[in-house]
């Protein structure tokens, strides 16, 4: 198998695992993101009935953006989903990213559909933990414990 069969099939797996978990309603619908390199396009999507009930896209004449590979594009259609979903009266959506991963424009678009009114149930980004401050914190006390000793006739410059 070649290597571009490879990948496909590895995203298709990946589409697979993440959409088993979710399946969206006429109340709660599922947020289906597709990106390419120059656009990215979601819709929300009742399973139930196999309808689309809202969709937003950076391509078309329809769109407020020219770009949509870009995070700013991503925003932009996050938002028309928003209002789009307003109109349609839903609220909320569980978040379907399919074989991409939650960063970049997927993260974006979840990320402006939210503040735009659209809860997007589901999103697992969390901030993560810094282990690393307290641990370098800790690092100047130790040296200063350990300043005495051998180590000051090393570091004592020779005498000429």
Do not use: W
């Not at 959409?19 to 619908?29: C, L």
């Not at 402006?112 to 933990?129: H, I, M, N, Q």
């Amino acid at each position: 198998m070649d290597a571009q069969k490879a990948k496909a099939v590895r995203a298709q797996r990946r589409k697979f695992r993440v959409r088993k978990a979710i399946h969206g309603t006429a109340a709660r619908p599922r947020l289906s993101v597709h990106r390419s390199n120059f656009h990215i396009s979601a819709q929300l999507i009742d399973d139930d009935h196999e309808v689309t009930l809202a969709a937003a896209s950076s391509h078309g004449k329809a769109a407020a953006v020219k770009y949509g590979g870009n995070v700013a594009g991503a925003i932009a259609v996050g938002k028309a989903l928003a209002e789009k979903a307003k109109a349609a009266g839903i609220t909320a959506a569980a978040f379907d990213r399919g074989a991409y991963r939650f960063h970049g424009r997927v993260k974006a678009l979840a990320r402006a559909a939210t503040e735009a009114g659209l809860v997007c149930t589901g999103l697992t980004d969390e901030p993560k933990k810094q282990k690393a401050a307290p641990a370098e914190a800790a690092k100047p006390a130790k040296a200063a414990k350990n300043t005495g000793g051998g180590d000051a006739k090393k570091k004592q410059p020779a005498k000429a």
